[in-house]
């Protein structure tokens, strides 16, 4: 892990919460700066042009918080379900983010339908990663709070979406490329797990 993305990202979430809770001009105009230093670091680290830095920052409005990925693992016999993001080619577990006033359960069955085509019932939390203590790749601009459920398939069809491409059930010790920045192959190892033994404690940091 790289600590200057580390840093970059400290100083953005200083920056944001000074705006939102500072008064004082001149304060607001140091913080400012800080925000503007942080997108030129994150430009500088990524290769990526400053407009498409600010994309993908945290809002600059509000206390900067984590954001929350949901990741469902849903199983057929002894396969796990995975779909192929358009996006980088790689597969991963189904799952997005989180959305406000919706209970992360909820979340995630959602998650599983619309990335896959296929139902299920959120059963058991697995485990709730910080993504700063496990080697997820690429970095995301992002500080993230993964939580991974296990599921229970329930209907559904393989349908793809705008987002996917192909969708697949795979045994844990035949793998497909996966999508690292969203699932690495521990995550689905530990859902393995924790379906074999239910009694397991959920992960957590």
Same mark, same amino acid.
């Given at each position: =892990?790289?600590? +200057?993305?580390?840093?970059?990202?400290?100083?953005?979430?200083?920056?944001?919460?000074?705006? $939102?809770?500072?008064?004082?001009?001149?304060?607001?105009?140091?913080?400012?700066?800080?925000? $503007?230093?942080?997108?030129?670091?994150?430009?500088?680290?990524?290769?990526? /042009? #400053?407009?498409?830095?600010?994309?993908?920052?945290?809002?600059?409005?509000?206390?900067?918080?984590?954001?929350?990925?949901?990741?469902?693992?849903?199983?057929?016999?002894?396969?796990?379900?995975?779909?192929?993001?358009?996006?980088?080619?790689? +597969? %991963?577990?189904?799952?997005?983010?989180?959305?406000?006033?919706? /209970?992360?359960?909820?979340?995630?069955?959602?998650?599983? =339908?619309?990335?896959?085509?296929?139902?299920? !019932?959120?059963? !058991?939390?697995?485990?709730?990663?910080? %993504?700063? &203590?496990?080697?997820?790749?690429?970095? *995301?601009?992002?500080?993230?709070?993964?939580?991974?459920?296990?599921?229970?398939?329930?209907?559904?069809?393989? !349908?793809?979406? #705008?987002? #996917? *491409?192909?969708?697949?059930?795979?045994?844990?010790?035949?793998?497909?490329?996966?999508?690292?920045? &969203? %699932?690495?192959?521990?995550?689905?190892?530990?859902?393995?797990?924790?379906?074999? !033994?239910?009694?397991?404690?959920?992960?957590?940091?």
């Amino acid at each position: =892990m790289n600590p +200057w993305t580390d840093w970059a990202e400290k100083i953005k979430a200083i920056a944001q919460n000074g705006l $939102t809770f500072s008064r004082d001009e001149f304060d607001l105009e140091r913080y400012h700066q800080l925000q $503007t230093i942080a997108h030129e670091m994150t430009a500088l680290l990524t290769g990526a /042009p #400053i407009e498409k830095v600010d994309d993908y920052f945290l809002p600059d409005h509000g206390y900067a918080t984590p954001k929350v990925d949901l990741r469902g693992g849903v199983f057929l016999d002894d396969q796990i379900l995975l779909v192929k993001e358009r996006a980088d080619g790689g +597969w %991963t577990l189904p799952g997005g983010w989180g959305d406000v006033c919706e /209970p992360p359960a909820y979340g995630v069955e959602r998650e599983v =339908m619309e990335e896959s085509g296929y139902t299920a !019932k959120a059963i !058991k939390l697995v485990a709730l990663r910080d %993504t700063q &203590r496990h080697p997820y790749c690429p970095r *995301s601009p992002y500080h993230i709070y993964k939580l991974i459920f296990l599921c229970e398939l329930t209907g559904g069809a393989p !349908k793809e979406n #705008i987002e #996917i *491409s192909d969708i697949g059930f795979f045994d844990v010790d035949d793998l497909p490329e996966l999508s690292r920045g &969203r %699932t690495l192959p521990e995550d689905i190892q530990l859902l393995f797990e924790h379906r074999n !033994k239910p009694e397991l404690p959920t992960y957590f940091d």
